[in-house]
Every structure is written in C-alpha cells, then in structure tokens.
C-alpha cells in the first residue's frame, strides 16, 4: 500500500469559493469600514455638541472595534454595544450613535448569531429610550431605529443565506464535474478493454497458431536431419516476438487508470469539509497491483457516499488492519443511517461488490445500530483476479499444438 501519511486539513468554515475575496483586501475592507463609521459618529455628535472627552472615547472605541467583526462578531458586538448604549445614557441621545450598533448586529447575524443580534438590538433600543423618555419625539426615533435593526438583522441573515446557497451551487457543480470525469473515465476504461477483447480474439489465437506451427516444423525438420529453412527459423522467432509484445500491450489495456495515494482521498475529504480519520494497523507491506486497486476504490466510493449522503457534520474512521494473509478495509461515518432499512445499492457499492468478489474477498455493507454507515472488506493478499480470458488465451493454440504434435509422431 502506497503511503497514508503527510495528509492536510483545510479551515472548519467551508469548503472556501474560488470568487472569495483575498484575506487583505477583507481586512482593509474592514478598516476602511470602521474608520468612515466612526468619522460619522465623531463629527455628528461635534456638530449636535454637548458631548465630552469621556463621551469621544466611547464613540471611539465602539465604532473602531468593528474592524474584528469578521473575526470576532460576538466580541465586537458586545463592546460596541455597551459603548454606544452607555454613550446615549450620558450624553444626548442621537439616531446616528447607532449606526455602528446596527453594523455588528448585521455582521452577527451574517456569521449566524441572529438571537445575539437581536438582544444587542433591545438593549441599546431600551437604553436610547430610557435615555431621554420625557423628549419630543424620542418615540418616533426610537420606533425609527427599531426599523432599522430589523432592516440589519433581515440583510444580515440574508446574506448568509445567500453565501450559503452559492457554496452549494458551487459545490454541486464541482460534483458533476468530478462525476463527468468520472464517467469519461469509465467509458475509457470500458473501451480498453473491448479493445483487449477484440485483440485477444482475433490477434493472439492466430499468432499463437503461426508460432506453434513453425515450432511443430523446426522440430519434424531436426528429427529428420533436414535442413532447416532460415526463414522457417525467422517465422519461429518472429511469431515468438509478436506473441510477447501482444501480450504486454493486452496487460496495458486491462489495466485501470492510475489510482495515486489513499492519503490523497483522505485530503480531498477533508478539504471538501468531511472529519476523517485514518488509522493503519498491523505491518505495512506492499501489496499486489491489484488489490492495491481494489482497496484504493474502496476507501475512494466510501468516502464519497459519506460525502454526499451522510451529511456535512458526519465523521467518518477509515481503518486498514495489514494481518497475515489478508487486508481488512473498514469505513464507518456517524451521519444518517438508518438500521431498519436495508442499503440501496447503486453503481458505486455494486462496484465495490464486484472488485471484492473478483479478488475471492469478503464485503459486508449496512446501516449501523448506532446510526450511520459501515463497509467491511476482506481481501486475500495473494489474491488473483479471476481472468477468464487470460485462461482461454492459448486454448486453442494448445488443441492445434496436440493435434500438430499427434501428426508429426
């Protein structure tokens, strides 16, 4: 088995979008936003007066914090909060002390903390209010700025919403290219081997023949102390060539595409998001072309279905036990399974069904008790696949050589 170490594992925040802004130019974004909010607030409160040193710092403070809402939307949510309600209580209260307050509400709301936005909201609303409830027209305001938090909180679960939705589409059509490759691939593997097929139906039996003939003719020439023609001896060797090279060209055209390292499937899975966990027991050995296939799609098809059916939350444990004579594949994921149904199988487990089976293996596939999915693989390690063309390939020749052979004696 080829190495399963050195895997990577991208961010917990998704699978990342190609249209994504760099982290730099969010991050002068950020300031950018914080310095105009609080340049308004600042020459808003000058231009209205009555306010002190102690009432610039929380200005200062609260609407500078917003460069962390990205990073730190509870946080600055928080701290700005407090500074601009206690901002309100000291000095005259404005509708435009709420502008950064509604700039963390909607940046809470957008990483998903509606309900820690929404109880912001009340609390400066309640403070603005209780600030000055005896003013004229402190109700309309105040009825004014409850709109606007609304408005805050609607774009900000909005957003993310929307975010969300692109992540899927993008993901979606990562899918069907990757089953477009897939399938591509497929369709090239299949006319390999009816290619095989047709060579070896047509090409290798005639050769065969040609060589056993000129063998059988070698032989009755020395037996009876004939010369032997130099180009019967040339036809030997020639037919000789040819049935090797034709059977190097069939082993190349049976056999599927490079597989690469299961270390890379674990990645990718969880570059796409998937919590994977890969343990390898027993001693490491290598393993014959063929089951080193056939355990590579395995671990390749399980991880896939967990990926798409079990659910972005799952977790899935990959485990390879190396024993004595043979290798045992278990993947379990913890997403949804049901125990009372059986698995429906589609071309991916019948595929695995048939490698395993091919091989003279064991697979056992099912929901668990506990919830989730389970496959369980045994592969000989000295298994060979069942070839039956490879069988027959010199059936015929061998008849012709009985019958050649019956007649020379």
Known sequence: MRSMRGVGARDAHGTGSAHEMPAWQKRSADAAFAVVVTAIVLLASAYAGGVDAVDYALMAVGSLALVAHRALPRTVLA??????????????????AAFPVLGAVHAAAHRGHRGVGLGASAVFLTGFYAAAPGDPGIVERTLLLAGWFVCALATGIAGKTWQAYLRQTEERALEAERTRE?????RAGEERLRIARELHDSLTHSISIIKLQAGVAVHLARKR?????????????A???????????????????????PALLVERARSAGLAVELTVTGRERPLSPEVDRAA???????????A???????????????GERELVIRVVDDGAGDAARPPVEG????????????LGGVLRVGPRAEGGFAVRAELPLDAVP????????????????????????
């Open 347 to 358: 071309t991916g487990l019948t595929g695995m069904r048939e490698r395993v089976a091919a």
């Open 386 to 409: 069942h070839a039956r063309g490879q069988e027959a390939e010199g059936g015929g020749a061998l008849l012709e050589a009985r019958r050649l052979k019956g007649a020379a004696q």
């Open 239 to 261: 037919s000789g060539e040819a049935m090797r090279e034709l059977r190097s060209t069939l082993e190349v055209l049976r056999t599927d595409e490079p597989t690469g390292s």
């Open 308 to 322: 798409r059916h079990a659910g972005g939350s799952a977790s899935v444990r990959v485990r390879l036990g190396y």
């Open 79 to 96: 701290v700005t909060t407090a500074c601009l309600t206690a901002l309100v209580l000291h000095a005259e209260p404005t509708t435009t």
């Open 225 to 237: 102390g004939e010369e032997i023609p130099p180009a019967l001896l040339a036809i030997e060797e």
């Open 182 to 186: 897939e399938a591509a691939l497929r």
């Open 296 to 306: 590579y799609r395995i671990v390749q098809e399980c991880l896939t279905n967990a």
